[in-house]
């Protein structure tokens, strides 16, 4: 196969997943790479469900005890006990605590507590203004042994308004670090949406550094943060697997996005966020291909590896040496998969473009129960980064259904095998989509969403995207499809307009079928925490609404809805209709 920018005439059919393309590997890997280490490590193993609560408990140990307690307090007299006790953290609701601990050591720092901080330590910081820190891996550090820093005192009392001395670029660096929660902290930057890029790329940044370190950081929990106003991102993460970013509020990014999650990270649970107010995306997972093979190309073992060509057969031989050396999951791999991203709001992001949503290269993925809404850019956006080692197959893409005869004959590296359910997106941008399948995003499943654009596509789909695409029992208003014929279609299972989907659907029209629509902001920033604006929007249905109470595909029901209720019956949207009962008043529910 010849390393040419060029789709080949005939190509070697690789098969479904990448990661078995062992014989590209043999062909492109140069007379040192034959050299295996001794030994692979183990790959990591993933728990493969729809249901988040079952993803922590079976995923997210955390000890009942601390060992030690560390206190950071810069006052002359720290005291010597504090409440405190490990985070339930599928309560909907904080854990109120009543364990007293006994302080072990104080420190003036966060820095110096992150020093010491062995497994199973709590890190308890007194109210008052800090500077961030940086932590790297402790081998001590497992399940049931996490580092826990914890905010002490109301919401806001515990500011990080700048980086430590040792990396300045971020407020919290976890470098290759693991077994760590970070909750309760406001991380405020001086920043402002569209405005210069001051101070620190990002609230916090979950960092691997695998080109250096061989690792990736792994078994971290953001719980409960208010990081906000930072040069480009809330959080950033790289080299990663195995997140859970639950109860935060990131947003007000100066130059893009509210949260990024990036190069090859897997294994994400991202959940009851508000993303709001960012200059570009709302959330980003993208997972990278480019970043992600120039970082796997930065490690020592990898010197002898051809250079880079933008090809297809070079990025599969270079995943497949790479899972050779380092075993599966354990690299940056330019995808992202089993992330379940469900009941966050994503508001009034993307004056500078992108997507509210914006996916690329996650797959095999839950998208569920979130509201977008007031934003100025895409819905759901899924892509492939436009990563130049798809663009063969991307542009123009295939032309009739007997050029795509299974996955190698499409790009690679965008989002396959999502299901999107229960969403509702809300939008009038007339360059965007409320809901788009591009650049070998196929195999997709859609239900039960409501994705309505007064001024484009409210679904979008590309002739890379249509291949076994499940879509039905939605309500939309226009369905669009790009570059295709109709002859195309069939390469689906399902289609919009063939299976109990209601489109032609506007704004205007929805308002009747909601309790209280209106597009007010979700939040209010209040001193130095954030809260729920009493005047935000109700988009629950009515409870006798003849659009969306009730209509949707039964076999595919989410478990709650938004707000956490139990739903009963297959109403369309991110939360279950109303009681019969209710009127237009606010209800109760965190989101």
């Given at each position: 196969?010849?390393?040419?920018?060029?789709?080949?005439?005939?190509?070697?059919?690789?098969?479904?997943?990448l990661?078995?393309?062992i014989?590209?590997?043999?062909?492109?890997?140069?007379?040192?790479?034959?050299?295996?280490?001794?030994?692979?490590?183990?790959?990591?193993?993933?728990?493969?469900?729809?249901?988040?609560?079952?993803?922590?408990r079976?995923?997210?140990?955390?000890?009942?005890?601390?060992?030690?307690?560390?206190?950071?307090?810069?006052?002359?007299?720290?005291?010597?006990?504090?409440?405190?006790?490990?985070?339930?953290?599928?309560a909907?609701?904080?854990?109120?605590?009543?364990?007293?601990?006994?302080?072990?050591?104080?420190?003036?720092?966060?820095?110096?507590?992150?020093?010491?901080?062995?497994?199973?330590?709590?890190?308890?910081?007194?109210?008052?203004?800090?500077?961030?820190?940086v932590?790297?891996p402790?081998?001590?550090?497992?399940?049931?042994?996490?580092?826990?820093?914890?905010?002490l005192?109301?919401?806001?009392?515990?500011?990080?308004?700048?980086?430590?001395?040792?990396?300045?670029?971020?407020?919290?660096?976890?470098?290759?670090?693991?077994?760590?929660?970070?909750?309760?902290?406001?991380?405020?930057?001086?920043?402002?949406?569209?405005?210069?890029?001051?101070?620190?790329?990002?609230g916090?940044?979950?960092?691997?550094?695998?080109?250096?370190?061989?690792?990736?950081?792994?078994?971290?929990?953001?719980?409960?943060?208010?990081?906000?106003?930072?040069?480009?991102?809330?959080?950033?993460?790289?080299?990663?697997?195995?997140?859970?970013?639950?109860?935060?509020?990131?947003?007000?990014?100066?130059?893009e996005?509210?949260?990024?999650?990036?190069?090859?990270?897997?294994?994400?649970?991202?959940?009851?966020?508000?993303?709001?107010?960012?200059?570009?995306?709302?959330?980003?997972?993208?997972?990278?291909?480019?970043?992600?093979?120039?970082?796997?190309?930065?490690h020592?073992?990898?010197?002898?590896?051809?250079?880079?060509?933008?090809?297809?057969?070079?990025?599969?031989?270079?995943?497949?040496?790479?899972?050779?050396?380092?075993?599966?999951?354990?690299?940056?791999?330019?995808?992202?998969?089993?992330?379940?991203?469900?009941?966050?709001?994503?508001?009034?992001?993307?004056?500078?473009?992108?997507?509210?949503?914006?996916?690329?290269?996650?797959?095999?993925?839950?998208?569920?129960?979130?509201?977008?809404?007031?934003?100025?850019?895409?819905?759901?956006?899924?892509?492939?980064?436009?990563?130049p080692?798809d663009?063969?197959?991307?542009?123009?893409?295939?032309?009739?259904?007997?050029?795509?005869?299974?996955?190698?004959?499409?790009?690679?590296?965008?989002?396959?095998?999502?299901?999107?359910?229960?969403?509702?997106?809300?939008?009038?941008?007339?360059?965007?989509?409320?809901?788009?399948?591009?650049?070998?995003?196929?195999?997709?499943?859609?239900?039960?969403?409501?994705?309505?654009?007064?001024?484009?596509?409210?679904?979008?789909?590309?002739?890379?995207?249509?291949?076994?695409?499940?879509?039905?029992?939605?309500?939309?208003?226009?369905?669009?499809?790009?570059?295709?014929?109709?002859?195309?279609?069939?390469?689906?299972?399902?289609?919009?307009?063939?299976?109990?989907?209601?489109?032609?659907?506007?704004?205007?029209?929805?308002?009747?079928?909601?309790?209280?629509?209106?597009?007010?902001?979700?939040?209010?920033?209040?001193?130095?925490?954030?809260?729920?604006?009493?005047?935000?929007?109700?988009?629950?249905?009515?409870?006798?609404?003849?659009?969306?109470?009730?209509?949707?595909?039964?076999?595919?029901l989410?478990?709650?809805?938004?707000?956490?209720?139990?739903?009963?019956?297959?109403?369309?949207?991110?939360?279950?209709?109303?009681?019969?009962?209710?009127?237009?008043?606010?209800?109760?529910?965190?989101?």
């Open positions: 196969m010849a390393l040419v920018n060029d789709r080949p005439a005939r190509r070697v059919r690789p098969g479904p997943l990661l078995t393309m014989g590209v590997a043999a062909a492109l890997a140069s007379p040192t790479a034959s050299v295996k280490p001794p030994e692979v490590p183990p790959s990591p193993r993933f728990v493969r469900t729809l249901d988040s609560d079952e993803w922590v079976k995923t997210i140990r955390v000890q009942a005890r601390y060992s030690r307690v560390l206190l950071v307090d810069g006052s002359p007299a720290p005291a010597r006990t504090v409440v405190a006790e490990p985070p339930d953290l599928n909907r609701a904080p854990r109120v605590a009543r364990r007293v601990v006994t302080v072990d050591k104080v420190f003036g720092s966060l820095q110096e507590a992150a020093n010491a901080a062995r497994g199973g330590d709590l890190v308890a910081v007194a109210p008052g203004t800090y500077a961030g820190f932590i790297g402790k081998p001590d550090a497992a399940d049931r042994r996490y580092i826990h820093f914890k905010a005192g109301r919401p806001g009392d515990v500011v990080i308004d700048r980086p430590s001395d040792r990396d300045t670029t971020w407020m919290v660096l976890l470098q290759a670090a693991h077994h760590v929660i970070v909750e309760g902290f406001n991380l405020a930057g001086r920043a402002v949406p569209g405005g210069e890029s001051v101070g620190p790329n990002a916090i940044m979950i960092d691997g550094d695998f080109g250096r370190t061989s690792l990736q950081a792994h078994h971290v929990v953001l719980l409960g943060n208010f990081s906000h106003n930072h040069a480009r991102w809330g959080f950033h993460s790289t080299d990663t697997h195995t997140v859970l970013i639950q109860d935060n509020f990131f947003g007000l990014s100066a130059a996005h509210s949260g990024y999650a990036s190069d090859g990270s897997d294994n994400y649970v991202i959940r009851r966020n508000v993303f709001y107010g960012s200059y570009a995306g709302g959330l980003q997972c993208n997972l990278d291909t480019v970043s992600s093979f120039r970082e796997v190309l930065k020592k073992s990898l010197a002898g590896f051809p250079p880079e060509v933008p090809t297809r057969a070079w990025a599969l031989g270079l995943v497949a040496r790479a899972t050779e050396l380092f075993g599966r999951d354990n690299f940056p791999d330019g995808r992202g998969t089993n992330f379940i991203i469900e009941e966050n709001v994503i508001n009034a992001n993307g004056r500078r473009g992108g997507g509210s949503l914006n996916l690329a290269g996650l797959q095999d993925s839950l998208v569920q129960n979130n509201l977008i809404y007031g934003n100025f850019n895409h819905g759901i956006a899924q892509w492939d980064d436009q990563n080692y663009s063969a197959w991307a542009e123009p893409g295939p032309t009739s259904s007997g050029q795509v005869t299974g996955p190698d004959d499409l790009p690679l590296w965008g989002c396959h095998g999502n299901l999107i359910r229960h969403n509702t997106v809300l939008m009038a941008n007339g360059e965007r989509a409320a809901l788009q399948f591009r650049n070998g995003s196929w195999g997709g499943r859609a239900r039960n969403n409501i994705l309505v654009n007064d001024q484009g596509a409210s679904i979008e789909v590309f002739n890379t995207s249509v291949y076994r695409l499940d879509s039905g029992c939605n309500v939309t208003n226009a369905v669009s499809y790009r570059g295709m014929p109709d002859g195309m279609k069939t390469l689906a299972v399902r289609l919009d307009e063939a299976n109990h989907s209601t489109t032609g659907v506007t704004t205007e029209r929805l308002a009747a079928e909601f309790v209280a629509p209106s597009g007010e902001p979700w939040v209010i920033l209040d001193g130095r925490w954030w809260r729920l604006n009493p005047d935000r929007p109700d988009f629950r249905p009515k409870a006798r609404s003849p659009l969306l109470a009730g209509t949707g595909d039964p076999r595919e989410a478990t709650r809805d938004l707000e956490g209720r139990v739903r009963q019956r297959a109403d369309i949207g991110a939360l279950a209709a109303a009681p019969a009962e209710a009127g237009a008043g606010r209800r109760g529910g965190k989101r």
